[in-house]
């Protein structure tokens, strides 16, 4: 199975940060990264698909890069409702894996 | 409006079964391929099954292969999971999900999960 790595498990940022996550795959996965936001209580949701695409609806400062092993997913300004534990997910290989998560918290 | 509705979910002694379901509504579910993925509490996603459009192709994870299957109903828009031999480590949420044709490997619509909870 490919493993999927994120980083940092938890971060911590302030209204108005720029923040990023790292997403590292233990082989080359191509493109087929998924990026999914879930919020307390809820159902995952899908904001990024295929590395860099932005799903529709999806607002603009959300953005996501990279490909073969190494990924970035990135907020460009931290809001008070982006707080959300973050997963990558790969679809290059069966089965499809998800990272642990990326927990954010405003400070 | 595109709407996942999962039930079913309940508290089952280990080695009981349990079928989930998963009421489509809003997309024409019969073009649509289908996963379940679970949420231990407190713990991260795992993909658990597959299955295509026409479920021609169903896939599997390891840890639920041979004791759960998924299955449709394309009249009735309902996905469902047959699951047997449960086990503590079953207990989870089950989120049913839509796999958009643009990507059979994303989940682009999640109902709003199921619990199972497998004890004595």
């Known amino acids: 199975d490919i493993q999927m790595t994120q980083s940092p498990s938890s971060l911590s940022a302030s209204v108005g940060d720029r923040v990023t996550i790292t997403c590292q795959a233990s082989?080359?996965?191509?493109?087929?990264l998924n990026w999914y936001q879930q919020k307390p209580g809820k159902a995952p949701k899908l904001l990024i698909y295929d590395a860099s695409n932005l799903e529709t609806g999806v607002p603009s400062k959300f953005s996501g890069s990279g490909s073969g092993t190494d990924f970035i997913f990135t907020i460009s300004s931290l809001q008070p409702e982006d707080v959300a534990t973050y997963y990558c997910q790969q679809y290059d290989n069966l089965p499809y894996t998800f990272g642990q998560g990326t927990k954010l918290h405003i400070k | 409006e595109v709407l996942l509705v999962e039930s079913g979910g309940a508290l089952v002694q280990p080695g009981g079964s349990l079928r989930l379901s998963c009421a489509a509504s809003g997309f024409t579910f019969s073009s649509y391929s289908m996963n379940w993925v679970r949420q231990a509490p407190g713990k991260g996603l795992e993909w658990l099954s597959y299955?295509?459009?026409?479920?021609?192709?169903?896939y599997y994870a390891d840890s639920v292969k041979g004791r759960f299957t998924i299955s449709r109903d394309n009249a009735k828009n309902s996905l469902y999971l047959q699951m047997n031999s449960l086990r503590d480590e079953d207990t989870a949420v089950y989120y049913c999900a839509r796999s958009p044709r643009y990507s059979s490997g994303s989940f682009d619509y999640w109902g709003q999960g199921t619990l199972v909870t497998v004890s004595s």
């Open positions: 082989q080359d996965i191509s493109k087929y």
């Open positions: 299955t295509s459009d026409s479920t021609t192709i169903v």
